[in-house]
């Protein structure tokens, strides 16, 4: 059996939780910067420092990386009903399927900032889109590194149905992750 504290939350997913709070405040005022930019600006996203107007992102391609990042949402809460089950089999399947869909969405990602015809240093916008989309992949790439460590102990059998409580720690954290992206979807893509 886990340790847990007098209110029956692990240590670990306790610190996890104290974590995520933490990187909600960072997002947030992420967030608020946007708006305040946004707000204060005569034109949004305005004009780059060449006097150019910036290029409008896909709604559509990222729409679809939108839908990788939260399928991979569902199989990462899917493997954590398995190991429930003491399914450790199918849960380390599932989890071998969340790392494959978050690989696919930071690749995603990296290709649209291959293909984005403005630059970091093109003006407010462009410095809040690379800003919240940068630190939003960083996160990403550190929740597939946690995944990974997860699926190689799933691979060595070392969850099960009593004693999960890493694969369900790094499991709130990957949920963190994809409703940030949503929140980063809907602010950059959707109401830009």
């Given amino acids: 059996m886990e340790r847990t504290n007098e209110e029956g939350v692990e240590p670990g997913v306790l610190g996890l939780m104290v974590f995520v709070a933490s990187e909600v405040m960072f997002f947030a005022a992420l967030f608020a910067a946007y708006f305040t930019f946004k707000g204060n600006a005569p034109a949004w996203p305005g004009l780059n420092v060449r006097g150019e107007p910036i290029e409008k992102l896909s709604v559509s391609y ?32 599932l989890v071998a399927l969340t790392v494959l869909l978050g690989v696919i969405f930071v690749s995603g990602q990296a290709r649209e900032w291959k293909h984005l015809q403005f630059k970091l240093r093109d003006g407010v916008y462009p410095s809040l889109f690379y800003t919240i989309t940068g630190f939003h992949g960083l996160h990403v790439i550190g929740g597939l590194v946690a995944l990974t460590f997860v699926l190689t102990k799933a691979v060595g059998g070392r969850f099960s149905a009593e004693k999960h409580t890493m694969m369900e720690a790094v499991s709130f954290y990957w949920h963190f992750v994809d409703v940030v992206w949503i929140g980063v979807f809907t602010t950059l893509y959707v109401i830009s």
């Fill in 62 to 93: 990222a729409g679809g990386l939108t839908v990788i990042l939260v399928s991979s949402s569902i199989t990462m809460q899917a493997a954590i009903f398995a190991i429930r089950r003491n399914w450790a089999r199918i849960a380390t399947g």
